[in-house]
């Protein structure tokens, strides 16, 4: 079983910045592929990053490449997403993901592990 914790979301202007965390419970951390999506209002949750156990395999959705990053520290049990150059369409709710399985998948039903989420409000 593993518990997930996002923290970091907030309010920032177009072009600004954010880092998002989310901290893991649980013994075998390095052992979970990690992943980030989003739920904007009236939107399907859809994948933004993953990230292979061992930190070495990262995946991004097209509309964030080369905008976000995507990291983890197993020592601490946290990903993390760094997001930068914002658009007002990034605005959503972040969810952090876990899923025991070694391959990064970007479907959303794969994850058996969720966090309960961190807004992110983009203004123009």
């Known amino acids: 079983q593993v518990q997930l914790v996002e923290s970091g979301g907030g309010l920032v202007q177009a072009g600004g910045s954010l880092r998002l965390s989310c901290v893991a419970s649980?013994?075998?951390?390095?052992?979970?592929?990690m992943g980030w999506f989003r739920q904007a209002p009236g939107k399907e949750r859809e994948f933004v990053a993953a990230i292979s156990g061992s930190g070495s395999r990262t995946q991004y959705a097209d509309s964030v490449k080369g905008r976000f990053t995507i990291s983890r520290d197993n020592a601490k049990k946290t990903v993390y997403l760094q997001l930068n150059s914002l658009k007002p369409e990034d605005t959503a709710v972040y969810y952090c993901?876990?899923?025991?399985?070694?391959?990064?998948?970007?479907?959303?039903?794969?994850?058996?592990?969720w966090g309960q989420g961190t807004q992110v409000t983009v203004s123009s």
């Open positions: 993901a876990a899923d025991r399985r070694s391959t990064i998948s970007t479907i959303r039903q794969e994850y058996a592990y």
């Open positions: 649980g013994r075998t951390f390095s052992d979970y592929t």
